[in-house]
Structure formats: C-alpha cells, structure tokens
C-alpha cells in the first residue's frame, strides 16, 4: 500500500540552486497538490492538477513550477533556491467526488541556506 | 488573510479526559468541514468532516461540533489516549471548490 510517495525525505539547498520534489501515487487519483508546511503557520497551497495536463495556482505559487504528463506523478520544481523556501512540502492526491480527503505523502523537509 | 484559524497552538489533557479542539473561519462560503491528524515526520490523514447542512457528526471517540451562525467549528476527543497525541489541523472549504485552507493546527499531548 504505496500511497503517495515522495521523494527525498530531507534536502539542503545553497541559495540559487534548483531541486525537483519528487512526487508519485498508485490510487489513481485525479487530483494532486502540493502544499507547503511553515513553523506555526497551516498548509498553504502552492499548486494543484485536476488530470494530467492540467494544472493551476494556489495561494503561494511564486518561484515554483510544476508539470502533470501522467495521472501517477506531480513533480514540483524549485528554481533559483530561497531562505523563503525552507519549509516542509507535502504531496497531497484525491478522488474528484471526494476532493476533500486528501491522501498525504510524508514530506519533503528543505532547507535553503 | 487566514481564513481558518486555530487559535491555540497546543493543549494538554490527562487520559481519559476530554480533548476539545477550537477553529473559527470568515469565509462564508465554506460548506465542509474537515480535521485532519498529523504525527511527527508522517503526512497528515482525514479524521472526521462534517457538511454544513449539520451540526454533529460522531465517528466512535471523535465528534465534531458545528456552529454555523458563530462560523465555529469544534473537536472533541473522548476519552483521550496516548496515541491521540499530534498535531490536529482544522480545514475547510467551498461548495464549488476543491482546494482547502488550512488552520495553524492545534498539538495536543495526552498525558498518562
């Protein structure tokens, strides 16, 4: 039972690298998102994917871009590595009649020095 | 803008005691309700929900508690048990969304 896998579990960034978060899942979930976790503060959406091909914005998008070629993956790519993009990401997937429960992977824990 | 807010950071309760868990929101257009779970170095997972056409809604120890007019929303947790000790995060959203907003999240430590 794979769930929503991610990949790598912890990374160090320098300031102006660029990283691809890895992110897959096997329910054959429609929708996929990507979160981002700060220290006391809720998940804020960075971006979503209703199918492959399609993807959209969230609340907090600016310096990342993601892509959707299969149902299965939803990479997010970091270019050009901030202190503003510590945080932890979470890979989330859904049923589109039940959008609401989201499927987390256990999250990417990046640090940008 | 938060539109979900879960104004206590943390709570401390005995076992067997009740645990109950606070989140207000603005957005007037939220329809469901949901909380999620969280344990250190893990994804969080679904608890419980409720639609805003009710009021209550229990699944064995967990209740959540809706009180539109205030735009509150509460959890209880009764009994509480050691393995109840996380992070709780309150979320919502609207009718024709599917993207949720999150609350800060609530930890809550059982105490033996």
């Known amino acids: 039972n794979a769930g929503v896998t991610q990949t790598p579990k912890f990374r160090i960034l320098k300031i102006g690298q660029s990283m691809t978060l890895q992110c897959t899942q096997d329910?054959?979930?429609?929708?996929m998102y990507w979160y981002r976790q700060d220290p006391g503060m809720g998940l804020k959406l960075i971006y979503y994917?209703?199918?492959?091909?399609?993807?959209d914005k969230g609340e907090v998008p600016n310096g990342y871009n993601v892509s959707r070629s299969t149902t299965e993956d939803f990479p997010l790519r970091l270019e050009l590595a901030a202190p503003s993009q510590t945080s932890v990401y979470f890979c989330?997937?859904?049923?589109?009649?039940?959008?609401?429960?989201?499927?987390f992977g256990s999250g990417t824990q990046l640090s940008v020095l | 803008d938060q539109q979900v807010k879960q104004n206590s950071p943390s709570l401390s309760v005995q076992e067997g005691r009740i645990s109950i868990l606070n989140c207000d929101y603005t957005?007037?257009?939220?329809?469901?309700f949901l909380w999620y779970k969280k344990y250190p170095a893990e994804g969080p997972t679904f608890l419980i929900s409720?639609?805003?056409?009710?009021d209550k809604n229990e699944d064995g120890r967990f209740t959540v508690f809706l009180n539109k007019s205030a735009k509150h929303l509460s959890l209880h947790i009764v009994p509480s048990q050691p393995g109840d000790s996380a992070v709780y995060f309150c979320?919502?959203?609207?009718?024709?969304?599917?993207?949720?907003?999150f609350g800060a999240g609530t930890t809550v430590t059982v105490r033996a």
């Open positions: 329910m054959n979930h429609n929708y």
């Open positions: 994917s209703v199918g492959a091909g399609i993807t």
């Open positions: 957005n007037s257009m939220f329809d469901y």
């Open positions: 409720i639609s805003s056409i009710k």
């Open positions: 979320a919502a959203r609207g009718s024709n969304d599917y993207k949720l907003s």
């Open positions: 989330a997937s859904s049923y589109p009649g039940q959008s609401e429960k989201l499927f």
